[in-house]
């Protein structure tokens, strides 16, 4: 019997030596508040040389129904050195707003010794929260009065007024500003539809020019904008449709215009060689950048000397039937 009774009286106090070496302590500064008062709570975790405290789990102080959390800020923890191993210390403010007898849960906290994961935790604490005292009160109720209605002055009505005319004042504004711009857009886009097409190719080619796009590698967007200037340049003359059709397309609508046989091949190969650059990522030769501008150039003032002379006919025949009126 005494065989059995040592080695387990020794395990016990064995066990008992280990788990004395953390401990956990949970202390409120009162046990009875009002509600609504505030109680610090204090949790001290002394843990001996050797012993590592892995985890303090304080998540049961968030989950509290009666006692709520004033500062919960649950991450940070002070560590302080002592003669035998440290102590890890939290400090917390609660507060209650149900009145009756509560419980502050108690607090696991999870260390390791010689590679043993080992638990302990801290002592519930109760905590009392009384009610207001109520006080005896000897004062008699006045009867109910009726509300005495005061007589609306300007005072009381001048800022809706300025609000209302402020309003109407931004709403002739907005107008104002929106025919003024409608118009002014109606008057640019006027003076564009009157000027000729041929005007309006050359400014945007020598604003090409100016630009050097080619020179700077910009080969792409060149060559892209100056096939858009020669599209718009039929559409606007020969209104053909150009701007929206493919290359083949634009070749089969030339081939009706009244322009120079000697412009077809010229034009398809304008065209074909912006799409290879857009399309197939091609490297032309240098020079094909200039001869593709002055192809263009050179097509807009040709067939820019027939559009003056149709200019010049319509004037003639107008001045006719004047005299002749």
């Known amino acids: 019997m005494n065989k059995i009774l040592w080695p387990l009286l020794f395990l016990c106090v064995g066990a008992a030596s280990l788990t004395a070496q953390v401990t956990a302590v ?3 500064d009162k046990t009875e508040i009002l509600i609504g008062d505030q109680v610090a709570f204090n949790l001290s975790v002394s843990a001996a040389e050797g012993y590592q405290v892995r985890d303090i789990d304080l998540r049961g102080l968030q989950d509290m129904e009666k006692i709520e959390l004033v500062q919960p800020n649950l991450n940070r923890f002070d560590t302080l050195k002592t003669e035998t191993g440290y102590v890890i210390e939290k400090n917390l403010i609660l507060t209650s707003f149900d009145s009756g007898y509560h419980y502050v849960p108690p607090v696991t906290v ?9 638990t302990t935790k801290t002592n519930e604490i109760p905590l009392m929260v009384k009610p207001f005292p109520m006080v005896a009160d000897t004062a008699q109720l006045a009867p109910i009065k009726n509300i ?5 002055k300007f005072e009381d009505v001048w800022p809706y007024l300025l609000a209302i005319a402020g309003l ?33 190719a ?13 020179q700077k590698g910009q080969i792409k967007e060149y060559h892209s904008e100056l096939t858009y200037i020669f599209r718009e340049y039929l559409e606007n003359r020969f209104e053909v449709r150009a701007l929206e059709s493919t290359t083949y397309e634009i070749m089969n609508d030339i081939r009706t215009l009244k322009i120079e046989s000697k412009w077809e091949d010229r ?15 091609a490297t032309p030769p240098t020079e094909t950048h200039n001869q593709a501008f002055e192809l263009t150039e050179e097509f807009v003032q040709e067939t820019m000397k027939e559009e003056e002379e149709m200019g010049e006919e319509q004037e003639e025949d107008s001045n006719s039937n004047e005299k002749q009126a």
């Open 267 to 281: 034009i398809r190969e304008l065209l074909q060689t912006a799409d290879m650059i857009k399309f197939a990522k």
């Open 26 to 28: 949970a202390t409120l």
């Open 110 to 118: 999870k260390y390791v010794y010689q590679g043993r994961s080992l």
């Open 202 to 214: 050359l400014d945007k080619l020598q604003r090409l020019k100016a630009a050097e796009l080619w």
């Open 148 to 152: 005495i209605e005061e007589p609306i």
């Open 168 to 200: 109407g004042l931004l709403i002739g504004l907005g107008v104002y500003l929106y025919n003024k711009r409608k118009n002014t857009q109606a008057e640019v886009e006027e003076v564009i539809e009157k000027r000729p097409a041929h005007e309006i």
